[in-house]
């Protein structure tokens, strides 16, 4: 996990200066996360990668998750705010969260037992050990979204200071 510095502090201000660009900002944010959420959903097959898994929605015989035509569609990108304790301040999380039982069950099958069944048949078919897709979407895409994030982080920052000449009695930072 990468912190990013000033990211919080940027959009807190943007929001009581200016609610327009607080959301731009948000979409600064969206945009520069968006490869690893591609590469997430590349590494999903679009077809049941067992032969065995039925297709269809719900849950399957025994709670097991029958596979969905649009998996690759409910890997999404969250931005919250989360408290950090005994500090008193807050961090800004992006998070890419895989929204399909079934999705869950091909990317993370054979993390705990290692050789179970699902996981030896994903393995047969072609598809390494656990993490299958969120983790290495996430690892080969880092550093970029990093630094992407840090560029937008800039641009927050700038916009605050252009404000902050212009009229330097706005409610800004602490």
Request: charged share 30%.
């Amino acid at each position: 996990m990468a912190e990013i510095r000033g990211l919080e502090q940027a959009l807190k201000t943007l929001r009581e200066a200016d609610p327009v660009l607080y959301r731009e900002g948000q979409k600064m944010l969206r945009k520069a996360a968006r490869p690893i959420v591609d590469d997430a959903r590349s590494r999903v097959p679009r077809q049941a990668p067992l032969s065995g898994w039925k297709e269809g929605s719900g849950r399957g015989g025994g709670g097991f998750p029958n596979w969905e035509s649009g998996v690759q569609r409910k890997i999404n990108l969250r931005i919250r705010r989360q408290r950090v304790t005994g500090m008193g301040g807050r961090r800004v999380l992006i998070r890419v969260v895989q929204g399909s039982g079934a999705g869950e069950v091909f990317d993370i099958a054979g993390r705990k037992n290692r050789g179970n069944p699902i996981d030896a048949s994903l393995n047969s078919a072609g598809f390494p050990s656990a993490s299958r897709s969120m983790w290495p979407a996430a690892e080969a895409n880092l550093d970029n979204v990093e630094r992407a994030i840090r560029k937008s982080v800039e641009a927050m920052e700038d916009y605050i200071n252009d404000q902050l000449k212009k009229n330097p009695r706005l409610p800004l930072g602490s």
